[in-house]
């Protein structure tokens, strides 16, 4: 451990809360924070930066959580954030619960005042009692109140945010700890490093057995992928099970690109036919959540999905919707290996019948929509801006794609091929506005790689001051905003007919490229996908941080995009305003 010196003079054989922390961080393989200083935690800031951590300082702790959250999606290790207290320690919340939604795992770690002020409730600056309301939104939340439990507090926090089912921890310290002394070589021999966090889970020989004879008894099978399992990163595994199996598969969103989506057993553009006539699903790091309708309804099975199996490493996930047959209870490289050993070599893949069926319709999609990637018209509509980034993507296999909006996230999602895995980001199970900037830099920071954010104008708003970080650090991350001038549309009108705008129109044609100039970056407009393609051509040979204000048809869109149908309707409404034409 290196000698501290401080202002009063050499201190050798000493340290302190400060320096414990960032040890303990240094020997658990932290490298980032994803920070914004203030009371208590400037210090800890410099010291960490000091001692050779990266520490990005963002505008908003909003945005240095969600870039937590997605370097823990991005690397299977907690991605760390860090907050003053009380009101950033709430903005960086969000962020925790968030991660802990999505499963991945993420520590936000916030200074909080005196706890004997605080305690006694007698008026501290930012007085908040943060333990207690980060609790139901963590995975687990730890206070630390002793110099020589920090090494404790932080491997606790290491274990519980990434072992088992990943999730947000809340570590909360005290000013006053940070301050506290001990001696050196005491202090270092408290720290821990956490062995094995991503910890191996095999599941029980008599439940692959039965996954096995399930799986062969299934007529019309589909295997539907989620972000578990790209989190996973198995990534070698997976593709051999699925393609053993031969099932037609479906990625949710953010495991499109585990396999590459224009894999042959892809059924992402026949996606209603799947889900209507399989017989038997194969859920792997996916959950029946209400993005798969909950397993039943509207779209689901028309003849009866008979049996479930699903692989998950939460034991609880099973039977949290539709009962599962064949419970995996383990992690996904275990559970497929366990799988691949049990099916051996005679392995009779499903009937041309079905695997046919799914072919042709998945044919027929593609090409109906080719014809719409191509258009090139001005200003342009959704297709056509992303038959730009389509092709971007394709040619360029290694960026990571960041996407959030309505319309702007639907239609990408469905519309842009991912080649690889983890080179999609969005807005998760909770349909988040604002992962948008924080994603970007998380995965320019974590990858090194070209990050391409395709952004709603409206979505871009919850984090668009992100982009004076982007340029700070001169990170190689290109926005495009699909701009159609509002929330879902720009065309809506006030249904009382003041003067003030519609709740879902913003400032027609704003020049969203100078908020980029502002800051030193590049900034351009398209208003048609061959302008789209040259400035996006432009940004990549550069790497430049760049903002493209993509102009799209105000009309172009739908409410709510693909999910309109959850909005509640008002019977009296068609009566009441008349104006209403949409
Ligand atoms: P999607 O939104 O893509 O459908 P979800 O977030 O709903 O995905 O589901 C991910 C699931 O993956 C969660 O239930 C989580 O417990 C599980 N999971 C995460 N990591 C692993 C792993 N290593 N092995 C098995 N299951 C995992
Ligand atoms: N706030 C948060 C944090 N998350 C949300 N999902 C919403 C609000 C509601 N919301 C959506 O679900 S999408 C959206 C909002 C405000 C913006 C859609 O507008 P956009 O995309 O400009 O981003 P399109 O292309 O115009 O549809
Ligand atoms: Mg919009």
């Known amino acids: 451990m290196e000698l501290r010196v401080t202002e009063a003079g050499s201190n ?27 009371i208590p935690i400037t210090d800890l800031g410099r010291y960490a930066q000091a001692q050779g951590l990266r520490v990005l300082s963002f505008r908003h702790e909003q945005h240095a959580g969600y870039a937590a959250a997605a370097a823990g999606f991005l690397t299977k290790k907690p991605g760390i954030c860090m907050t003053v207290s009380a009101p950033g320690f709430l903005n960086g919340l969000t962020a925790l619960a968030h991660a802990t939604t999505n499963c991945w795992p993420m520590i936000l770690i916030s200074g909080s005042s005196e706890r004997e002020i605080v305690d006694l409730q007698r008026g501290d600056y930012e007085e908040m009692d943060q333990l207690a309301i980060a609790r139901p939104h963590a995975k687990a939340a730890y206070r630390i109140l002793r110099a020589e439990d920090i090494g404790l507090g932080v491997a606790r926090a290491f274990r519980a945010a990434t072992t088992g089912r990943p999730g947000g921890v809340y570590l909360d310290i005290p000013g006053a700890l940070l301050g506290q002394t001990m001696n050196e070589v005491e202090g270092e021999a408290s720290l821990r490093k956490v062995v094995d966090l991503n910890a191996a889970s095999v599941p029980a020989p008599t439940a692959v057995r039965r996954a096995v004879e399930v799986l062969k ?34 990625p949710m969103s953010m495991a499109k690109g585990l396999l590459p989506d224009t894999h042959p057993q892809c059924a992402s553009a026949a996606r209603s036919l799947v889900l209507k006539e399989c017989d038997c699903v194969f859920l792997v790091g996916a959950r029946l959540n209400w993005l798969l309708g909950n ?27 539709q009962s599962i047959s064949a419970p995996l209870i383990g992690d996904i490289e275990s559970c497929a290996n366990a799988l691949l050993d049990a099916i051996g070599s005679n392995w009779t893949k499903p009937s041309e019948e079905w695997l046919g069926a799914v072919r042709a319709k998945v044919e027929f999609n593609v090409a109906r929509m080719a014809q719409r990637l191509r258009n090139n018209n001005s200003p342009m509509d959704y297709p056509e801006a992303l038959g730009v980034i389509k092709d971007v993507m394709a040619e360029h296999q290694d960026t990571v794609l960041v996407n959030e909006g309505a319309n702007a996230l639907d239609q990408c999602r469905s519309i842009v091929d991912i080649h690889q895995p983890r080179k999609r980001l969005d807005v998760g199970t909770w349909g988040v506005m604002g992962i948008g900037m924080g994603s970007a830099v998380a995965a320019a ?76 970056g590049s900034g351009a407009v398209a208003t048609n996908p061959d302008e789209l393609r040259r400035a996006i051509a432009d940004a990549f040979e550069t790497r430049e941080p760049t903002l493209i204000n993509a102009v799209i048809d105000e009309a172009a869109g739908r409410e709510s995009g693909n999910i309109g149908n959850l909005n509640p309707t008002s019977v009296v409404a068609k009566i009441r305003y008349p104006q209403a034409k949409k």
């Not at 340290?15 to 980032?32: I, P, Y």
């Not at 198995?234 to 099970?241: A, E, G, S």
């Not at 039943?296 to 949290?320: C, L």
């Not at 984090?463 to 549309?489: A, D, K």
């Open 217 to 250: 008894s299934a007529e019309r099978p589909l295997i539907i992928i989620g972000k578990g399992a790209a989190y996973a990163q198995c990534d070698d595994t997976v593709r051999q099970l699925v393609e053993t199996l031969g099932f037609p598969y479906l």
């Open 12 to 38: 050798q054989g000493v340290t302190d809360g400060f320096h414990l922390l960032t040890d303990a961080l240094k020997l658990n393989g932290v490298k980032t924070i994803y920070n914004v200083p203030g």
């Open 295 to 321: 397993g039943e309804g509207a779209g689901w099975g028309e003849n009866g999905v008979r049996n479930f199996v699903q692989i998950d490493i939460e034991p609880t996930e099973m039977d949290s919707n």
């Open 445 to 520: 920071v974590e990858t090194g790689n070209q990050v391409l954010a395709v952004e709603g104008d409206s979505a871009f708003g919850f984090s668009g001051m992100e982009v004076e970080t982007i340029c700070r650090y001169n990170l190689p991350v290109c926005i495009v905003i699909l701009n159609n001038n509002g929330i879902y549309r720009g065309d809506g009108e006030n249904w009382g007919g003041g003067d003030d705008p519609s709740t879902t129109v913003f400032v027609k044609n704003s020049k969203y490229e100078l908020m980029m100039q502002a800051f030193g």
